[in-house]
């Protein structure tokens, strides 16, 4: 039963480019949530969504951030012409309902922006 | 906004000493969850509490909610070199995402 996949577990970018993270949640996980962690941080919430439903994105910056959670294949986060700012562990987390239950995490996309 | 403050941000201990890592949140929380993540590591879960007052215990990890629903603590009796890691507390305030706070890194001295 494989837990939840993140991919690629390094990305490298130069400034200006994008950047497309995936996730594939636990097999009968529908919920989804991505959070973002600088070294030495902790987790930051950036958004919350269900299958073909952003639930709440409201820690997501409005500018260049964006996510989805297709019906079929993994949820995307995407990031537009990254920014030296942007480098940062990025984190997928599911559950099979909504947060009162626990999150199983990815190992995680660290990315690093040149 | 809502917030989880979590004291302290480091601790060292040597290796057989306790350790107690302290949760407060700005409002009262629906449930807290604990979480540990390893050095390089993802964050797993350890355990979740829901009732005011409750307490549970996992092995050597004693864990406590506040009567008020408000606070939260993580006891580690007798640290062994295996509990290296960060431990994040994680609070529901019923808006369907968890908030964590900023995390308690234990290093341990052999």
């Known amino acids: 039963n494989a837990g939840v996949m993140q991919n690629p577990r390094h990305l490298v970018r130069r400034r200006g480019q994008e950047a497309r993270l995936r996730c594939s949640p636990m097999?009968?996980?529908?919920?989804v949530y991505w959070y973002r962690q600088l070294p030495e941080e902790g987790l930051k919430f950036m958004v919350y969504l269900q299958k073909e439903n952003i639930i709440d994105e409201s820690g997501m910056p409005k500018e260049r951030f964006s996510a989805e959670f297709p019906k079929e294949g993994p949820s995307i986060l995407r990031i537009q012409q990254v920014v030296r700012g942007d480098s940062a562990a990025y984190f997928c987390a599911s559950s099979a309902v909504a947060t009162n239950e626990k999150l199983f995490f990815g190992s995680g996309t660290q990315l690093s922006v040149l | 906004g809502q917030q989880v403050m979590q004291i302290p941000q480091y601790q060292h201990v040597q290796e057989g000493e306790d350790f107690t890592t302290y949760c407060n949140s700005s409002?009262?929380?629906?449930?807290i969850q604990w979480y540990k993540q390893r050095p390089g590591g993802h964050p797993v879960f350890l355990i979740q509490l829901v009732k005011s007052g409750e307490v549970k215990k996992q092995k050597r990890l004693t864990f406590q909610f506040g009567e008020a629903k408000k606070n939260s603590s993580l006891h580690i009796t007798a640290t062994q070199t295996t509990d290296v890691g960060t431990y994040f507390c994680?609070?529901?305030?019923?808006?369907?995402?968890?908030?964590f706070g900023t995390g308690t890194r234990l290093t341990i001295i052999p």
């Open positions: 097999k009968g996980h529908s919920h």
């Open positions: 409002t009262t929380l629906s449930n």
């Open positions: 994680a609070g529901d305030f019923g808006n369907e995402k968890l908030t």
